[in-house]
């Protein structure tokens, strides 16, 4: 079987499992199974995916596509053919193989969790579109079917979010979650037509071709930096970057293992995934567009996620604060530690979600960390799981986020280095910091110390095996060895230096960064050590970065750690007294900067009242002129009515009465006496003769 | 000595309708009327009569007021059962009574 | 099969009905319902015949010779009395590539309402003998090539109307029905005074070589037929042709409905019974971009292309102010009926980006616009027949009482918010794509893409209020879905699945003819301008 046949079928299980498991799961109760036994399935078949194209086809990428829509030739266009089709590299490959992963645990997990749901079957049907849906992105060939399966995943987290819609907090988050990123849809879909109508195609590669051939759109490479920014509209709806953020902490609503698959690992992934796409075409200016973007949705809520209470809020801003990084990466041109930093958070945040939904179930749906505490004792493995990922979200160096985490900020340096921008090396090294304390922050609320709410401790018991399963798995994925034999250095491992390679840039040289644009081959250095990314000078920069990065990121962590630490283990400093010190940051960080309060006063309620103003409009103008005109005929019709009655009508009864007079005149003539009538004759008869005699 | 001529004979026939005229309209009783009508016949016989002597008629004028002679006896029959069925309806046989053509 | 006159049967086959309903005795109303049933599903039979029966490379608009199942024969023949000369009118019917969509949708929707009529329980004759009329005019008006005829039908489609909504109505009948008439009449009003201008401007060469004024509309789309003096003539240099444009243009905005003449179809829908705003929204708006297309663009092209910005930006305007205004609304029929309007803007938009691919989106939306509304309306239907109230607010959690109802739903509320995967995406797309390829109108193509986002916020805003969250105790006795409302709901969603999937089964159909008039608008409207 070809890799394109394998890759199809791994598309469409998901689906058959969605579609299956609904029509069943009306009557039948064990429908959720056929879910999870194909989505077991579907892991398989994508290991085997994953494995044949890397030993096989390591440096090739698969490509087949079918026409979808054939317009022939059309006038003004030319030949328009729509195709759909896949797309198998690396990247894609090895994002299917994350995606069916964590779907997979996912499944697994929910079994344990989601049980007893008056919706049970349908709560894995959901999951089966979403997975399906989330496929389509990653092995997709072209922004069309991208598009497409984007909005599907909006549908599937619609649905997800607002599962237990009986809440209104979660009917509201799915909607909000939904419209939110159709905002973001909408720049992308610009993006799209920009891109349509000047390349006549949707196809990645073709489009790339023909930037590199120097064909741009409207002919300016001012419009490829804005089509560029478009489409990271869509990315910014998707990942929930700055200013498009807002959806992501309010669909925590949803079941805890849908946060974990959608909001931590896959959807929001899916974003920064779009990015690594479409790379090439990203030009200098929008890349440091990207970048302050990414940069900005790293640092708000790392300050947001440092003051809340809610276990799941917090990973919810961190998962923000993580993506943002990755944005903040790919717009300095780390792509590799972009992409690897996506991986290693997918399995470790999906770990620390399934981790505080194994937490969750055990105190009886209690989110708050103020009431937990010593759940350590309580619950090992989860707790050893939970604290494993957390090393490894924290930069730890011996774990999987430290090697991506240490590229990122390599990356920083080297774009300081080569551009003495500072601002991003600055926000970089702050994010860590940020990120270790506030990691630290929740694990010691929720597992360490003395238990706040007895009652609920006392309860509190370690998940069945299904729930405790994924989570081990995933920790174990959060070590280095799986990515790299040498702790330290990324580089030397085989997902960077063999599997994942930054791409060929299409942008024009002159709207590139400088340290893009690659030098001519004068010299014959032919001291080909390595790989070289975008341009020489660029790669030197990145090595001669690494060392000092290890050294600086481990001590921001270590710092970030232990200030946790003084503040909530050993209790040395007051929290509460220096929150009170710094009152308006307090409250700042603790109201979420207030976005949520601008966006619904503005946005929403400028909508709805504008959308009042619409109708009052509609029923009181529109309608009035209507009604008004018929009212005016109404009174017209009246006035000539009266004037029917009083002037026409009058002459005709005049007339009437005229002749009716005339006939009570005559009457008196018709006796109904025959000899009346004959003197009548005979008079009438002489007066003719008199007045013919003549004749 | 005086020559009956024409003119006599159509003088009288002139007064015997003049009178009939003056029967129908005057009498209330409908048998008067209705010998008004035959006083009118009469005088018309008399005119048939009276021009086929003088003119050049042959027998044609005395044929004809056989005829009127032999009609008028119908039309009285006739018409005295009209009015003895109005006599029936209205117990009257007074024609001023007798108004109904005026509705 | 050639000599059989398909397209009349099509067409006349519920007058027929019609006829036999009304000698059919009053009470015997399942006898009634079973042959009107039984007329439209072999309307549905017929249309499938056609669909199979058409030739995709024949394209039709302007092309009297590609248009197929042609039936044409002299209907009128009047010799001449005084100044008007010789009055020729042909029965003249046939189909091309525009057309045949909406002969499809027709069809399909007639059949669907038949089966949301059987809950009509007042004078069954009545009702179904103007709906069998109603189906006739609208059917009509998709076939008929010759004006003359176009416009009869187009007038017979009101009278039924006008007693369907004022009689089997809601409270606010008699309003509503009035409304709608005079505002359609109005339309009707400007159309006769054009066609009457047209025709009298066009003239067709019989046999024996004499000339003769005519209806057809094909001989009118031909520049070559126009008198020298006709006052709609391109030829005279003091021609009304702007005023005529504009006059059959408002005429058909009405029926749209376009902003500021749509204030009767909310009325008209509220009041309506469930399968008469189904087969409002599902067919008769249709007629009016319809007729733009038809008869503004093939035989005004010149004047068409001179304010297709206008056209586009009422387009815009349609989309935004319609969905805006469908946000305010409280009642679940009213909201649905604004979205009408709003998804009608998109048809409007794709035609006056004047290429393929946005005319293409336009039919295609018709299309898809009619069978998506109709399921939202007949969803609407459903819920009334239960609760009796449309308010949106007083509903609440019906997902729980109703959970195959609620999946319906979802389904065609996302399909309304162009979710990829259901039919209305890909109009929409093509539409956008279309309108955004032509430069003219480009910046108004990006701003009405403020429509998608705004339709997601109503729909999901109304699917919340109605059918998430805590299950209103009111109606907790309410039943889910039977066997009619299946029968009725399911063939829809079926086709908005399968045309999400495989739109080309419907692009096909309308692709030659498409390019055709493309084709046709760029290079006619040069001639006609250097006339000029």
Not at chain 1, 298 to 315: M, S
Not at chain 1, 398 to 423: E, M, Q, R, V
Request: aromatic share 16%; proline share 3%.
């Amino acid at each position: 079987m070809d890799l394109i046949t394998l890759s199809v079928i791994i598309l469409f299980i998901p689906l058959l499992g969605f579609v299956l498991t609904l029509f069943t799961g009306m009557n039948f109760k064990w429908a959720f199974l056929i879910e999870n036994v194909l989505i077991v399935l579907g892991f398989i078949l994508s290991v085997v995916l994953l494995y044949n194209k890397l030993s096989g086809y390591l440096d090739t990428d698969i490509v087949s596509e079918f026409n979808w829509i054939n317009l022939g030739i059309i006038p003004f266009f030319g030949e328009i053919i729509i195709k759909l089709g896949i797309k198998l590299d690396n990247v894609a490959v090895i994002m299917n193989f994350t995606v069916f992963l964590i779907s997979m645990v996912v499944h697994l997990f929910s079994i344990d969790y989601m049980k007893g749901d008056k919706r049970y079957s349908r709560y894995f049907a959901y999951l089966g579109l979403f997975t399906f849906s989330m496929t389509g992105i990653v092995v997709t060939n072209n922004v069309l079917m991208m598009y497409i399966f984007w909005e599907l995943v909006g549908l599937s987290s619609y649905l997800l979010i607002g599962f237990w819609f009986e809440k209104k907090s979660a009917s509201d988050a799915g909607k909000k979650a939904f419209i939110v990123n159709r905002i973001g849809d909408l720049g992308m879909f610009a993006g799209i037509l920009i891109l349509f109508v000047t390349y006549k195609t949707f196809s990645f590669q073709e489009i790339f071709n023909a930037v590199a051939a120097g064909q741009l759109p409207f002919n300016s490479e001012f419009w490829l930096t804005i089509t560029g920014l478009l489409l990271f509209c869509g990315a910014i709806g998707k990942s929930a970057q700055f200013p498009l953020h807002v959806w992501l902490p309010d669909a925590m609503e949803g079941p805890t293992p849908v946060s974990a698959l959608i909001h931590a690992a896959t959807m929001v992934a899916a974003g920064v995934y779009f990015i690594v796409r479409i790379f090439p075409i990203l030009s200098g200016d929008a890349l440091l567009i990207i970048a302050i973007i990414g940069a900005i949705s790293a640092f708000i809520p790392a300050t947001i996620a440092l003051t809340q209470n809610d276990i799941k809020r917090v990973l919810a801003y961190s998962t923000v604060s993580q993506l943002g990084y990755m944005i903040m990466a790919l717009g300095i041109g780390a792509y590799v530690f972009a992409f690897f930093h996506l991986i290693t958070h997918a399995f470790f945040k999906a770990c620390l979600f399934l981790g505080s939904g194994s937490v969750i179930h055990s105190m009886h749906h209690e989110q708050d960390i103020q009431k937990m505490g010593g759940l350590r004792k309580k619950m090992p493995i989860t707790y050893a799981t939970f604290l494993l990922a957390t090393l490894a979200l924290s930069g730890i160096p011996l774990t999987s986020g430290f090697l991506s985490k240490d590229g990122i900020l390599a990356g920083t340096l080297a774009y300081t280095s080569l551009t003495g921008n500072w601002f991003f090396t600055f926000i970089g090294f702050t994010v860590a910091m940020l990120t270790a304390f506030y990691m630290f922050r929740l694990v010691i609320l929720t597992f360490h110390g003395e238990p706040k709410n007895k009652e609920k401790y006392d309860h509190a018991h370690e998940s069945p095996f299904f729930m405790i399963m994924p989570l081990v798995l995933l920790s174990g994925l959060s070590i280095f060895i799986w990515y790299t034999p040498n702790p330290f250095n990324a580089d030397s491992g085989w997902v960077l230096s063999k599997w994942v390679k930054a791409p060929t840039l299409s942008v024009p040289e002159s709207a590139r960064y400088p340290f893009m644009v690659e030098e001519q081959k004068q010299e014959s250095i032919v001291k080909q050590e390595e790989e070289v990314t975008f341009s020489h000078e660029y790669t030197h920069a990145m090595h001669s970065a690494h060392v000092p990065t290890i050294f600086l990121s481990g001590f921001v962590a270590g710092l970030g750690i232990l200030f946790a630490f003084l503040f909530y283990q050993w209790k040395k400093l007051d929290p509460n007294k220096l929150a009170a010190k710094v009152k308006p940051l307090y409250n700042l960080s603790y109201n979420k900067w207030y976005f949520d309060e601008f966006y619904n006063s503005v946005f929403v309620g400028g909508t709805l009242a504008f959308s009042n103003f619409l109708r009052w409009i509609d029923n009181t103008i529109i309608d009035g002129i209507v009604n008004g005109s018929a009212t005016l005929t109404r009174g017209v019709s009246k006035v000539s009515g009266k004037f029917d009655n009083g002037v026409v009508d009058g002459l005709v009864n005049f007339t009437a009465y005229f002749s009716g007079f005339i006939g009570l005149l005559f009457r008196k003539f018709q006796t109904g006496k025959v000899q009346t009538y004959i003197v009548l004759v005979i008079f009438s008869l002489l007066i003719l003769l008199f007045l013919f005699k003549s004749f | 000595m005086v020559t009956v001529s024409l003119y006599h004979y159509l003088f009288v026939s002139t007064i015997l309708f003049s009178l009939g005229i003056f029967g129908i309209v005057t009498r209330k009783n409908a048998v008067m009327v209705l010998m008004g009508i035959e006083l009118i016949l009469n005088a018309a016989n008399i005119n048939f009569v009276a021009f086929a002597r003088y003119g050049n008629f042959g027998f044609q004028g005395q044929l004809m007021a056989l005829f009127v002679i032999v009609l008028a006896a119908a039309e009285a029959a006739i018409a005295l059962a009209i009015v003895l069925n109005i006599y029936k309806v209205f117990s009257s046989v007074n024609v001023d009574e007798i108004d109904r053509l005026k509705e | 099969m050639a000599s059989f006159p398909i397209l009349s049967w099509i067409t006349l086959l519920p007058i027929l009905g019609m006829v036999i309903i009304l000698f059919i005795p009053k009470n015997q109303e399942k006898i009634i319902k079973g042959l009107t049933l039984l007329i439209t599903s072999i309307q549905v039979i017929l249309a499938i015949v056609i669909l199979a029966g058409f030739n995709y490379a024949k394209g039709g608009v302007f092309d009297a010779s590609s248009f197929q199942f042609i039936e044409k024969f002299r209907w009128i023949d009047i010799e001449g009395f005084s100044w008007i000369g010789r009055v020729k009118i042909d029965y003249y019917l046939g189909i091309d590539g525009l057309s045949v969509p909406l002969v499809l949708l027709t069809a399909i929707i007639c059949f669907i309402s038949t089966l949301s009529s059987f809950s009509i329980n007042k004078s069954v004759k009545g009702y179904f003998a103007m709906f069998l009329l109603l189906d006739t005019g609208m059917m009509g008006v998709f076939v008929s090539l010759d004006f003359f005829l176009f416009y009869i039908f187009w007038e017979l489609m009101l009278l039924p109307m006008y007693f369907l909504i004022g009689i089997w109505g809601g409270p606010r009948k008699e309003y509503a029905a009035i409304k709608f008439f005079l505002y359609t009449l109005l339309g009707s009003v400007f159309i006769l005074l054009a066609v009457i201008g047209l025709y009298f401007s066009t003239t067709e060469t019989l046999a024996d070589g004499s000339k003769v004024f005519t209806f057809n509309m094909i001989a009118m789309m031909d520049p070559a037929n126009y008198s020298a003096d006709g006052i709609l003539s391109p030829f005279n240099p003091d021609n009304l042709r702007f005023i005529a444009f504009l006059g059959l243009f408002i005429g058909f905005a009405i029926k749209i409905p376009m902003f500021p003449f749509h204030t009767w179809l909310p009325d008209a829908h509220v009041e309506a019974p469930t399968a008469i705003s189904v087969i409002l929204a599902g067919v008769l708006l249709k007629m009016g971009t319809y007729g733009i297309l038809r008869v503004n663009y093939t035989m005004f092209p010149e004047i068409t292309k001179q304010l297709i910005w206008y056209i586009a930006l009422f387009g815009m305007i349609n989309i935004i102010y319609g969905a805006l205004t469908a946000m305010a609304q409280k009642d679940f029929k009213k909201l649905i009926a604004y979205s009408s309007i709003s998804h009608m803007g998109f048809v409007l938009l794709g035609m006056a980006s004047l290429n393929t691919l946005g005319i293409s989106g336009a039919v295609l939306q018709m299309f898809n616009h009619g069978t998506i509304t109709a399921m939202l309306f007949l969803i609407v239907g459903v819920i009334y027949d239960r609760a009796h109230t449309r308010d949106i607010d007083g509903f609440g959690g019906l997902a729980v009482q109703m959970p195959i109802y609620t999946g319906f739903t979802t389904l065609a509320f996302f399909a309304a918010i162009g979710l990829p995967g259901l039919s209305g995406f890909i109009s929409e797309a093509f539409v956008f794509l279309g309108s955004f390829g032509f430069e003219t109108i480009r910046v108004i193509a990006i701003i009405s893409t403020l429509g998608i986002l705004l339709g997601a916020g109503y729909m999901l805003w109304t699917l919340q209020r109605i059918y998430l969250g805590k299950l209103n105790e009111k109606w907790a006795t309410l039943t889910d879905m039977d066997m009619r409302e299946y029968a009725m709901l399911v063939p829809l969603s079926l086709i908005i699945i399968f045309l999400g999937i495989y739109p080309s089964a419907m692009l096909d159909l309308m692709n030659t003819s498409v390019n055709k008039m493309v084709q046709f608008l760029s290079e006619s409207g040069k001639f006609l301008g250097s006339i000029k």
